[in-house]
Nanobody, 120 residues
Framework: QIQLVESGGGLVQPGESVTLSCAAS????????SGWYRQAPGKERELVAQ???????NDADSVKGRATISRDNANNAVYLRMNSLKPYDTAVYYC??????????????WGQGTQVTVAS
């Protein structure tokens, strides 16, 4: 079974940067897309950024110009770098992976999340 584990969250001050990591394990036949989502209390989970098999990236308007997603294919890892953090960036950040476990079976996988709190 494919599993995802996020790390790198914590308490950061406004204006600072944070780097989140996502490590994937298990049998991965082919990755369709990787992404980072976030969810604040009382709000729906929203997409922060994603990267497809074609290595293209898409950032949400709320983080446009501040978020950078990257992938390390050799180590099955996905990273999210966010700059100029604001209090409204406070949320639980989740790693997402759409992947085939073999040539005909695919799934949508989620990590347990890592908390990012932006406050002075």
């Amino acid at each position: 079974q494919i599993q995802l584990v996020e790390s790198g969250g914590g308490l950061v001050q406004p204006g600072e940067s944070v780097t989140l990591s996502c490590a994937a394990s298990g049998a991965i036949f082919r990755i369709v897309a990787s992404g980072w989502y976030r969810q604040a209390p009382g709000k729906e989970r929203e997409l922060v950024a994603q990267i497809t098999a074609g290595h293209s990236t898409n950032d949400a308007d709320s983080v446009k110009g501040r978020a950078t997603i990257s992938r390390d294919n050799a180590n099955n890892a996905v990273y999210l770098r966010m700059n100029s953090l604001k209090p409204y960036d406070t949320a639980v950040y989740y790693c997402n992976l759409r992947a085939y476990s073999d040539y005909r079976n695919w799934g949508n996988y989620w990590g347990q999340g890592t908390q990012v709190t932006v406050a002075s």
